[in-house]
T-cell receptor, first 115, second 113 residues
Framework: GAGVSQSPRYKVAKRGQDVALRCDPI?????LFWYQQALGQGPEFLTY????????KSGLPSDRFFAERPEGSVSTLKIQRTQQEDSAVYLC?????????????FGNGTRLTVT | QKEVEQNSGPLSVPEGAIASLNCTYS??????FFWYRQYSGKSPELIMF????GDKEDGRFTAQLNKASQYVSLLIRDSQPSDSATYLC?????????????FGTGTRLKVLA
């Protein structure tokens, strides 16, 4: 496809369950970002990959959050032992290059609800 | 703590008027600046970006950057009801071989027919 693809679109998890969110970036895009967006807020940075290397994970809120991009393409964000405060929309974005003026292209997001 | 500040609004303007959206940022090392539009329940979509001081125009949109004042704005001319959305300002800077985009909380714009 032409855009960033995320799955699932919606996920309901019971508190304590593990979830895995998938992101398929635009083909050839080097950079991949994960963001968390709570209702009425802007996207909050979680982590950044350049190809398969995770260069920045300073935004991950706890060690329950883990992200990987093993072959430099598809990425997975995993949340272990989900808590209610993890309920949010998780956005994946990719960018073609590494320069400071490369805009982000967002996927449609995964809305996670923890009950 | 690097910050990007926006007035959350809502900013209400009549149809056909100019809407002015503002954003300030805290880090003088910031290098490029992006405006995204986000409709309710949808993901952000890029409107335009700017990295040099001054104005940049694209159709009905003009981005203005003043690095000395650490201020970036978006003007929407001839506002239409379809422009009603949340507008996100994002700031990008590079450091230590990596770079990141920090977003403001967004300004909700309502264009009244």
């Amino acid at each position: 496809g032409a855009g960033v693809s995320q799955s699932p679109r919606y996920k309901v998890a019971k508190r304590g369950q593990d979830v895995a969110l998938r992101c398929d970036p635009i083909s050839g895009h080097v950079s991949l970002f994960w963001y968390q967006q709570a209702l009425g807020q802007g996207p909050e940075f979680l982590t950044y990959f350049q190809n398969e290397a995770q260069l920045d994970k300073s935004g991950l809120p706890s060690d329950r959050f883990f992200a990987e991009r093993p072959e430099g393409s598809v990425s997975t964000l995993k949340i272990q032992r989900t808590q209610q405060e993890d309920s949010a929309v998780y956005l994946c974005a990719s960018s073609p290059g590494q320069s400071y003026n490369s805009p982000l292209h967002f996927g449609n997001g995964t809305r996670l609800t923890v009950t | 703590q690097k910050e990007v500040e926006q007035n959350s609004g809502p900013l209400s303007v009549p149809e056909g008027a100019i809407a002015s959206l503002n954003c300030t940022y805290s880090d003088r090392g910031s290098q490029s600046f992006f405006w995204y539009r986000q409709y309710s329940g949808k993901s952000p979509e890029l409107i335009m970006f700017i990295y040099s001081n001054g104005d940049k125009e694209d159709g009905r949109f003009t981005a203005q950057l003043n690095k000395a004042s650490q201020y970036v704005s978006l003007l929407i001319r001839d506002s239409q009801p379809s422009d009603s959305a949340t507008y996100l300002c994002a700031v990008n800077w590079a450091t230590s071989g990596t770079y990141k985009y920090i977003f403001g909380t967004g300004t909700r714009l309502k264009v009244l027919a």
